[in-house]
């Protein structure tokens, strides 16, 4: 089946720093996938919409510049958190659409969960 | 209000016995539903999805959706262990769901007591 890799699994930073996740299809192409945060006992937020070659859409009061998505191929997408604070941490989770069975559905990482000291 | 309401728990029942997850929402534009299993630590993976009102089965799971009253169900019978997890619901306003925005409830973290 459609598998997405997430990449690093977890991670602890200084505040100020800024870090990469990255997002992988394993075994299809995904021209669209998303980014979401979830916090603690609450549910997935959609954070952005990143389109492959393109511009990612940001969902109102995502900071474009605080969290940089770029999608370079179609296999990899990647959220930057710049200037990372301790309100960043979070679980960061991103999903790529995988078409199989007649049915369009969602395939999820297994997540990255950013500790910002 | 939340578009998407569900209880977080959390919910602990014994093993073999049925369980009821339920959520309500308040759009009524919301057409297609899905039900996400989320394990410690990981992505959530898709269980089921339905379009029109009434049941939908899958081996021990079953999807139930109410469009009059706004809202939905996922019955798990003969539970197991394996079955503890954190259920979400998600609900979005066109079929092409794989690339229209997903509006999740905030997850029922379930415990199967053996």
Redesign the interface.
């Known amino acids: 089946g459609a598998v997405?890799s997430?990449h690093p699994?977890w991670v602890i930073c200084k505040s100020g720093t800024s870090v990469k996740i990255e997002c992988r299809s394993l075994d299809f192409q995904a021209t669209?996938m998303f980014w979401y945060r979830q916090f603690p006992?609450?549910?997935?937020?959609?954070m952005a919409?990143s389109n492959e070659g393109s511009k990612a859409t940001y969902e109102q009061g995502v900071e474009k510049d605080k969290f940089l998505i770029n999608h370079a191929s179609l296999t990899l997408s990647t959220l930057t958190v710049t200037s990372a604070h301790p309100e960043d941490s979070s679980f960061y989770?991103c999903?790529a659409?995988?078409?199989g069975a007649g049915?369009?559905?969602?395939t999820?990482?297994?997540?990255s969960?950013l500790t910002v000291l | 209000q939340k578009e998407v309401e569900q209880d977080p728990g959390p919910l602990s029942v014994p093993e073999g016995a049925i369980v009821s997850l339920n959520c309500t929402y308040s759009n009524s534009a919301f057409q297609y539903f899905m039900w996400y299993r989320q394990y410690s630590r990981k992505g959530p993976e898709l269980l089921m999805y339905t379009y029109s009102s009434g049941n939908k089965e899958d081996g021990r799971f079953t999807a139930q959706v109410d469009k009059s009253s706004k809202y939905i169900s996922l019955f798990i019978r003969d539970s197991q262990p394996s079955d503890s997890a954190t259920y979400l619901c998600a609900m979005s306003v066109r079929s092409n769901f794989g690339n229209e925005k997903l509006t999740f409830g905030t997850g029922t973290r379930l415990t199967i007591i053996p």
Do not use: E, P, Y
Request: net charge positive; glycine share 8%.
């Open positions: 997405v997430q699994s669209t006992k609450q549910s997935l937020m959609l919409t989770i999903s659409r995988a078409t049915a369009n559905v969602l999820f990482g297994a997540g969960r």
